[in-house]
């Protein structure tokens, strides 16, 4: 089992860059995926980046980075140029096994989830 903390939110301006983290308890190595998902005010959790077991990263935006330090345990978020409609709460998800080389995208494909850190960018 695993336990994610996610660091790293905060209020910033249009157009100001931000990095979050997410550490996770214990090794977990090659062993699992992640993820990063956030929430809008009224809207549904969505899919940001991922990375997979092997190292492939995918993000849903070119101005989002996802990176992984193994050694650490921790995957971060780089987010470039941010603005208002960046605003959520991004969470870190995490699952154990699955193709090695695999993406996953979807929300119940992990369960492993951070209690989340909120994102406010003011326009």
């Known amino acids: 089992q695993v336990q994610l903390l996610e660091s790293g939110g905060g209020l910033v301006q249009a157009g100001d860059s931000l990095t979050l983290s997410c550490a996770a308890s214990?090794?977990?190595?090659?062993?699992?995926?992640m993820a990063w998902f956030r929430q809008a005010p009224g809207k549904a959790r969505e899919f940001v980046a991922a990375v997979s077991r092997s190292g492939i990263t995918e993000s849903v935006k070119g101005r989002f980075t996802i990176a992984r330090d193994v050694a650490k345990n921790t995957v971060y978020l780089q987010m470039n140029n941010l603005n208002a409609e960046d605003t959520a709460v991004y969470y870190c998800?995490?699952?154990?096994?699955?193709?090695?080389?695999?993406?996953?995208?979807?929300?119940?494909?992990?369960?492993?989830w951070g209690q989340g850190t909120q994102v406010t960018v003011s326009s």
């Open positions: 998800a995490a699952r154990e096994g699955g193709g090695y080389l695999q993406v996953f995208r979807l929300l119940d494909e992990y369960g492993y």
């Open positions: 214990g090794r977990t190595g090659s062993r699992y995926a």
